[in-house]
Structure formats: structure tokens, C-alpha cells
């Protein structure tokens, strides 16, 4: 997938176009909360902070447009809070 977000960018970059690829971080979604309750009643610690949908879904929306706000061009690999990830 970066490599998509990398070879978009170098075509579109000329256009003005910006490549922004969001990891929506670790969801809690009916799918995952059956692994995450097991975990627990095995007494399993995991350093993962589970957040909710509407954590991930409001803090892509805030990445976006501060990315549309900075006015740059550019392709970034963030997480859903903004935080930029390695390539």
C-alpha cells in the first residue's frame, strides 16, 4: 500500500494532488472485541490502546483537514491522529 501511495503521488504531484495514507489504529469493532475478551479472560496484557469508532473516524477527519488546511502537496503514511508513521 505505500508503494501505491508513492507511485500515485509521483503521477498526480504535478496536479497538485496529495497522497495521504491513514492506519485507522487498533478499532474496537464487533470483529475485535471477541479477540480482545479472550485476551482478557486469559489474563493477557497487551500494550494496545483500543480506541472506538468514533475516536478513529473523528481523527481522520481532523488529519485530513489539517493536511488540506497546511496547503501542501505531499504523500504521508499517518495514523488516524495524525502522527506519522515509518514508510
Known sequence: LNLLGIGLYSELSEE????????PGVVRTDMANGLIEQMEKQ??????????????????????QAHIASGKSDVKHVS???TELSR
Not at 497538485?16 to 492506519?23: E, K, Q, R
Not at 489474563?43 to 485530513?64: N, Y
Open 16 to 23: 497538485g494532488f496529495s497522497i495521504i495514507l491513514i492506519h
Open 43 to 64: 489474563g493477557l496484557q497487551h500494550p494496545i490502546k483500543f480506541i472506538t469508532v468514533d475516536e478513529s473516524a473523528d481523527g481522520i477527519v481532523k488529519t485530513v
Open 80 to 82: 488516524y491522529d495524525g
